[in-house]
């Protein structure tokens, strides 16, 4: 009898606490950044109106500010030919982050036919102009020579240590983006040994910043948070839902990039539910824009009938040659296999 009274008292307790009513989730910032890109979308108009305003006095810092923008849709509608226009006037006044700019514009087909010659001309310059820049403390410049660097661009041996000094010089000017630059190559070992701990903290030290940056409405700073949060490098959790919050914005505004990841949410059914349907919307407006990654995956749902058809290989090989020659490593992949195996 005491035996049964205290499985009794035990379910008791048990439904009483099954009962309860769940506690509602805790706001993120992610919740509240659709409001407050809202309050800050005048001042951005303002700024880009400012920028443009100098650019055409000649302002080569102004100008690359415009051209970066119309790429991102800040303050103003995505125009990628506007956007290559003005990288190619500040570049040619000699500044070497634009000369970077521009060279990734031509590397990538973004507002321009993809050139891999002039595309590699514009990183040589950079590579000449950009010691300057970093001499006057530009933040930009040491992350943008720290690219050649790494890359072997621009007529510079692969220098992976020299890429991670530069990134650690920017991270210590203040910049959060080094921070993430540097936490990625100590997180990979790339430049040095991986040390996954130091990372660890630079990402968590650089979240907070680049989220205050992304609500005052910088795409850069927003793209890098959803890229964090699904990433399982500062948690063992990938945060989908929450990541979409912080590129689903500039997506619906048309930076392709941001495009190209909502497009693969959807295709993999990460913090959303599977479509098919919606993931080719993103991706065909990615492609439209000449994103690579979002034209090769628009070819791998043809070659994977996904696309709303049966299988097309002809339509998957066309796409993955368009990718091909914006320096996708994928579609170069694709491609290889497709010609050895006669397909």
């Known amino acids: 009898m005491r035996k049964a009274l205290i499985f009794a008292f035990a379910s008791t307790l048990a439904w009483a606490t099954f009962a309860q009513p769940a506690a509602a989730p805790k706001p993120t910032r992610g919740d509240g950044l659709v409001e407050k890109l809202k309050a800050a979308e005048p001042a951005l108009k303002t700024a880009f109106q400012n920028a443009s305003q100098k650019a055409e006095s000649g ?196 930076y392709a990039a941001a495009e190209f990841i909502i497009g693969a949410r959807h295709q993999k059914g990460h913090g959303t539910p599977q479509n098919d349907a919606v993931a080719m919307q993103w991706y065909t407006k990615a492609a439209a824009q000449g994103h690579p990654g979002g034209i090769n995956n628009v070819g791998w749902m043809h070659g994977n009938g996904r696309a709303g058809g049966a299988a097309d290989g002809a339509k998957a090989a066309a796409e993955y040659l368009r990718a091909a020659q914006r320096g996708n490593a994928v579609s170069q992949n694709n491609i290889a296999l497709r010609m050895y195996y006669g397909q």
């Open 59 to 254: 302002d080569a810092a102004a100008a690359e500010k415009v051209s970066r923008w119309l790429v991102y849709g800040q303050g103003t509608a995505v125009d990628l030919k506007s956007a290559f226009t003005w990288a190619n006037k500040a570049a040619e006044a000699g500044r070497g982050t634009a000369q970077l700019h521009l060279g990734l514009l031509y590397r990538h087909g973004n507002g321009v036919e993809p050139d891999e010659n002039a595309s590699n001309a514009w990183f040589a310059k950079a590579a000449k102009s950009l010691p300057a820049q970093v001499e006057a403390k530009d933040t930009d410049a040491m992350l943008a020579l720290a690219t050649l660097h790494y890359r072997g661009w621009g007529g510079l041996e692969q220098d992976r240590a020299a890429a991670l000094k530069l990134n650690q010089q920017a991270a210590d000017a203040g910049s959060p983006f080094g921070l993430v630059e540097v936490a990625d190559m100590l997180w990979d070992g790339k430049g040095t040994h991986r040390q996954r701990s130091k990372a660890k903290k630079l990402y968590l030290e650089a979240l907070p910043k680049l989220m205050t940056l992304g609500e005052a409405g910088s795409v850069r700073a927003q793209f890098i948070v959803g890229n964090m949060l699904a990433a399982k490098r500062m948690s063992n959790v990938r945060q989908f839902e929450e990541s979409i919050k912080w590129q689903q914005p500039s997506a619906d505004g048309g």
